[in-house]
């Protein structure tokens, strides 16, 4: 089992930057590509940002490509770098691990779940 803690959340005006931050707990992060999601109010939840298990490869959603960063260190972390932010990146971010060598996308591939954290941009 693989516990998920995201952290960083929290109210933005429009142009600012966040760090979300991904902690695990119960076993290595190592194998696991990690992903970053997020949900807005009253759609579905899309997908955001993965890094592989190596941290070498990741993959962007073209609407934050340019201006979302993630990355991981080895001490079972995983962060999202937001900067440029907009209104549109408003919703709750959550961090998943899928035992997976590619890069998912989409949320079926994601084992373990984190339960969230809330980011809001203000205009």
């Known amino acids: 089992q693989v516990q998920l803690v995201e952290s960083g959340g929290g109210l933005v005006q429009a142009g600012g930057s966040l760090r979300l931050s991904c902690a695990a707990s119960g076993r290595a992060l190592s194998p696991y590509s990690m992903g970053w999601l997020r949900q807005a109010p009253g759609k579905e939840r899309e997908f955001v940002a993965a890094?592989?298990?190596?941290?070498?490869?990741t993959y962007y959603a073209d609407s934050v490509n340019g201006r979302f960063t993630i990355s991981r260190d080895n001490a079972n972390t995983a962060y999202l770098h937001m900067n440029s932010l907009k209104p549109e990146d408003t919703g709750l971010y959550y961090c998943?691990?899928?035992?997976?060598?590619?890069?998912?996308?989409?949320?079926?591939?994601?084992?373990?779940w984190g339960q969230g954290t809330q980011v809001t941009v203000s205009s």
């Open positions: 890094i592989s298990w190596s941290g070498g490869r």
């Open positions: 998943a691990a899928a035992l997976s060598r590619s890069l998912p996308t989409r949320e079926y591939e994601y084992k373990y």
